[in-house]
């Protein structure tokens, strides 16, 4: 048990044992002590989807696997792991190329993790698993020695390549990550952009430790695929990579808990570009997966399952988001986007509204707010446009800005300054605050009055139906919902196309989905729709749009957005119209 011990007794905040420096040494090994599933990104998967995803991979043991070798980033509680090893002692067997299965496995699993305890439990089974199998003790324990290792995956020296890399790669946030680690990442990583989940590096550093035809089966949030920050790792993929295979898992039971992120199985080879087999929402059974998994490797895609899998070409294109609907529906987008301009382009303006970072102390009864007249706006929010039009519940927000955009003198606003005293230690305690103490009253987003008394379009973030509400000029837009404003289409006429199944289909196509099949309407999404110039709109389709927006017609708004596009038959049949 001596090797036992002195693996787990490895102090990771020692820089003289890894090499880094005192700040990221501390920073990893707070990680490694950490609580808490939630805080280490730790979600387990069930049995019958890690047999589907080793499958994909390619990792079978009707082959030679001691002859190949497997790289699993952040092994947790061994769900992928331990069948990887049953697996592979399965292969070995079959073959028995000699009578050592230290020579012969000892170079076949490479395997880390960060979190201690967690190492420690799975260690001691994957020590068990062997012992079960027949291994002798010594044996086990230096086939674990060099299988596993405690370490920071994204750190950690490995001697690639590898012919699979599998597995269920860590979700946490940015803000979760002590911030020496986090620059140390940014040094090494080029997929570390803008805001950037941890999985987005780990997926690199996966795909450059493949060797040649290797494969990466893993499973793990979506969001990459469409939004801003998986651009870099997108490009990545579409210069030097195949993406062979897409399962879309929505609303399916993969996991032992719930999970708010929309996850998804991705099988991408060191190969050339070529078609991507895609799948939706499989039942998440061992008979449906093992024909499933029949149909996603056949050489020639087979035609008795009809609906089942299709295929997609050009699904990776440079950085752009991956289209993974139907050909139809992509080829519709395209011909959208090649032939009218983006609403930005036409005049329209899209934006969110104010975030304070402390809405309790900002946010009140508009009648009963003790300040200033001129210092106090009415507040609307997604509670106030639930049912389609606009229905004020009398809520008001503070101001603290000036006219030209600064933050007030308080000493001109007695009753302001009374007001926000009287709350100063919530308000000064919040980030932005401590940051500028000077300007500690100012909201996180500077209040721009002449917003409120302009008619605009308010779509709330979260949704899974386009719901689109017109504000005649009277009320300011709280944090959840962003806004549309137009210097030259009609409002009313802009809402019917943002009511439409046109629109829906672009969000759809770009957005990030949450759990139930609800979409992200953000900005970065609306931006994608096209819409053609109000100059070029005829007077009777101009009159049709508007009517079919006041009357909330959704019928109606498709009827006459499909004759703004000039869509055909078939494409309006792609639309569901």
Not at 242 to 259: E, G, N, R, W
Not at 265 to 291: C, N, S, Y
Request: neutral net charge; glycine residues 8%.
């Amino acid at each position: 048990m001596k090797l036992l011990s002195r693996q787990f007794s490895l102090d990771l905040c020692d820089d003289r044992n890894t090499g880094h420096s005192p700040t990221v040494a501390a920073a990893i090994e707070k990680l490694s002590s950490a609580t808490g599933t939630e805080s280490r990104g730790a979600i387990f998967t069930r049995s019958e989807v890690v047999d589907f995803i080793l499958d994909l991979a390619g990792y079978t043991d009707d082959q030679p696997l001691y002859a190949k070798r497997l790289l699993e980033p952040a092994f947790g509680g061994g769900d992928f792991l331990l069948p990887v090893v049953g697996r592979l002692l399965r292969a070995w067997r079959a073959t028995r190329a000699t009578d050592s299965p230290l020579a012969d496995l000892g170079d076949a699993v490479r395997a880390v993790e960060l979190h201690r305890e967690t190492f420690q439990a799975t260690h001691a089974a994957v020590l068990a698993l062997l012992r079960q199998q027949g291994l002798a003790a010594g044996t086990a324990m230096l086939l674990a020695e060099r299988w596993l290792s405690l370490d920071d995956f994204l750190l950690a020296p490995l001697d690639g390549p590898f012919d699979f890399v599998v597995g269920n790669p860590p979700y946490v946030r940015q803000e979760s990550i002590p911030a020496p680690l986090l620059a140390e990442y940014r040094s090494r990583y080029q997929t570390m952009y803008d805001r950037a989940d941890i999985y987005i590096p780990f997926i690199e550093r996966s795909l450059s430790l493949l060797g040649k035809s290797g494969s990466l089966a893993f499973i793990c949030a979506d969001r990459w695929m469409k939004n801003r920050y998986g651009g870099p790792l997108r490009n990545l993929v579409a210069e030097q990579f195949h993406l062979k295979i897409y399962i879309d898992m929505m609303d399916t039971p993969a996991f032992h808990s719930d999970v708010i992120a929309y996850p998804a199985i991705t099988v991408i080879t060191r190969e050339a570009p070529g078609t991507t087999r895609i799948a939706h929402r499989p039942a998440i059974d061992r008979a449906t997966l093992a024909t499933l998994t029949d149909a996603l490797c056949a050489r020639i895609l087979p035609k008795e399952e009809p609906g089942l899998v299709r295929e997609m070409v050009g699904v990776a294109d440079g950085s752009q988001p991956w289209l993974l609907e139907s050909m139809d529906q992509m080829a519709l987008i395209r011909r959208l986007e090649r032939r009218f301009p983006s609403l930005e382009e036409v005049g329209c303006k899209i934006g969110i509204g104010v975030a304070t970072g402390a809405d309790k102390a900002y946010i009140g009864d508009f009648e009963a707010l003790d300040v200033e007249a001129d210092r106090k706006l009415p507040l609307v929010t997604t509670r106030d446009i639930a049912s389609g039009e606009v229905q004020w519940r009398g809520l008001g927000i503070v101001n603290p800005f000036a006219e030209g955009g600064g933050l007030v003198d308080l000493c001109d606003y007695p009753r302001l300054r009374h007001y926000l005293e009287l709350r100063r230690e919530v308000i000064a305690g919040r980030h932005c605050a401590q940051k500028n103490p000077a300007n500690w009253y100012r909201t996180i987003d500077r209040i721009t009055p002449a917003l409120a008394t302009t008619p605009k379009l308010l779509i709330p973030d979260i949704k899974g139906e386009a719901h689109v509400v017109f504000e005649g000029g009277a009320l300011y837009p709280h944090h959840n919902l962003y806004y549309v404003v137009s210097q030259d289409w009609d409002l009313r006429a802009l809402q019917a196309v943002m009511l439409s199944a046109a629109t829906r289909l672009f969000v759809a196509t770009y957005s990030t989905k949450m759990r139930g099949g609800f979409m992200r309407f953000q900005a970065q999404y609306l931006r994608r729709i096209r819409i053609p110039r109000w100059a070029e709109v005829c007077a009777p389709l101009r009159a049709e749009l508007a009517e079919a927006a006041i009357n909330r017609d959704l019928q109606a708004c498709n009827r006459a957005v499909f004759k703004l596009y000039g869509l055909s038959s078939e494409e309006q049949s792609t639309l569901g119209g």
